[in-house]
């Protein structure tokens, strides 16, 4: 079975500071991976997704994230955070074509991104 | 409108109250879901349909009911809930669950409280 891990529930950084939001992911083929942003009382927007390819993926509002496929890693990135980056943001893993679980993402339990002036 | 669309956006009912929740998409996409979102949970997929067919019923109790009369509307009939079934219930939509890139794209969200 498919998980997702994002070892940290609650992260804090200073505006302008650069960010790493951890995932892990455990899956037993090529996994499809994403990375959805939730602000308060509102839907999962989603940032970036990788599927093949590049390793480097680029997001929209200046984020990256890398597949690490040794590290079983997904982790997102941003080189300098703005308040309105705060926050939560979701990871999650979707099954490869071929498979029998079409459209049953799972997401990490998800990390709180607080942003200090 | 345009995106994915959820309303009412907050709906408190009693347990023997009957309500539904409406979920409705402008991306011209095939498939739909609802999720639920607990505190402190992680996202939980309830259910999937792909071209008004469900494909998907994650363990659901009965007392949540889906309904889709096409790919661009999707219903969550309630009745007879209990209080740890108040979160915030997702929709989201797709192009085609069998599509080779296919992403889920998610409406606000309707916030339930039961009491």
């Known amino acids: 079975a498919q998980s997702v891990t994002q070892p940290d529930i609650h992260i804090t950084v200073s505006e302008g500071a650069s960010l790493e939001l951890r995932c892990n992911y455990s899956y037993g083929a090529t996994p499809y991976l994403f990375w959805y942003v939730q602000s308060p009382g509102q839907g999962l927007q989603l940032l970036l997704k990788?599927?093949?390819?590049?390793?480097l993926v680029q997001g929209i509002k200046g984020f990256e994230a890398e597949f690490k496929r040794s590290q079983s890693s997904f982790n997102l990135r941003k080189p300098s955070v703005h308040w309105s980056d705060a926050a939560e943001y979701f990871c999650a893993v979707g099954p490869n074509p071929g498979g029998t679980s079409y459209g049953k993402l799972t997401f990490g339990q998800g990390t709180i991104l607080t942003v200090h002036p | 409108e345009t995106g994915v669309t959820q309303t009412p956006r907050h709906l408190v009912m009693g347990m023997t109250n009957k309500k539904s929740l409406k979920c409705e998409q402008h991306l011209g996409h095939n498939a739909m879901y609802w999720y639920k979102q607990s505190a402190k949970k992680p996202l939980e997929l309830m259910f999937v349909y792909n071209f008004k067919e469900q494909t998907e019923n994650n363990s659901v109790p009965s007392r949540f009911s889906p309904e889709c009369p096409n790919s661009s509307h999707l219903f969550l009939h309630l009745h007879t809930l209990q209080p740890e079934d108040s979160a915030l219930y997702l929709c989201?939509?797709?192009?085609?669950?069998?599509?080779?890139?296919?992403?889920?794209?998610f409406g606000p969200g309707t916030r339930l409280t039961v009491l």
């Open positions: 990788y599927f093949s390819g590049d390793t």
């Open positions: 989201a939509s797709s192009q085609d669950t069998s599509a080779h890139t296919d992403t889920q794209y």
